[in-house]
């Protein structure tokens, strides 16, 4: 187990130390980072008036691919959960194998088809939640996680987002509460009506000045969270 110090809110704020690092597996700390990356980015957009057609929620049936981040990172919250349920247990033994890949591709397509045949009674639905939707959005994690796993745990690629995956809470949290002081103080219309649109939108045009700046506000994020991770830092419940 981590050492951790205890804060009188109940947080915990723990050096890391490199044993407890290398027990980790790489691929659910990047996957759950790149999940919360693309929640920011999704979130806070220049102008919500010019978004690029992916970057936006299906209006009701169908999916598009910033429906299935958010199940993405439910889906990664539940398996560090069951990761954690085990701590001293080194993670060779815990199931993301070698031959656990096979397994978590197989099962992700399977639950892709299965997701898919079932929309046609059921229809994909995020605001609904509805069965077919949670299904073929989980197939979609599995095959994510298969792919992180692939590279990071097994080829052992440089893990680039585990930072912002192991200080997830802090990144979520803390943006929100930025965001929030930002709206409350006028910053961000002003970042985006006398920034960003006026000195992008001309040259490249409107959605793509908006993505501008929430790619601004993730690479802000994303280097503290770096920061953080140099440092040792880590923020839990």
């Not at 954690?84 to 099962?107: D, Q, S, V």
């Amino acid at each position: 187990a981590l050492p951790a110090v205890r804060t009188g809110s109940g947080g915990v704020m723990a050096k890391a130390p490199d044993l407890a690092m290398r027990t980790r597996f790489a691929s659910v700390d990047v996957l759950r980072g790149w999940a919360v990356a693309a929640m920011l980015l999704v979130n806070y957009p220049g102008s919500s008036e010019h978004v690029y057609a992916p970057l936006q929620h299906a209006r009701w049936n169908g999916f598009t691919p910033t429906d299935l981040i958010f199940p993405a990172f439910l889906f990664v919250v539940g398996v560090s959960i069951a990761l954690g349920l085990r701590p001293g247990t080194p993670p060779a033994k815990i199931g993301l194998r070698e031959r656990g890949l096979r397994f978590l591709i197989l099962m992700g397509l399977a639950m892709l088809a299965l997701g898919g045949a079932w929309s046609l009674l059921i229809p994909l639905n995020k605001y609904l939640w509805t069965s077919s939707f949670v299904v073929f959005a989980s197939g979609w994690s599995l095959l994510l996680l298969a792919l992180c796993h692939a590279l990071f745990d097994l080829r052992g690629w440089r893990p680039l987002g585990r930072s912002m995956g192991i200080n997830a809470i802090t990144a979520y949290a803390g943006s929100w509460l930025m965001a929030c002081l930002m709206q409350r103080l006028g910053l961000f219309d002003a970042i985006w009506s006398r920034g960003f649109e006026p000195l992008l939108a001309p040259l490249f045009g409107a959605q793509a000045a908006s993505l501008s700046l929430a790619l601004a506000f993730v690479a802000f994020w994303w280097l503290a969270m770096w920061a953080m991770a140099r440092r040792g830092w880590k923020v839990g419940v």
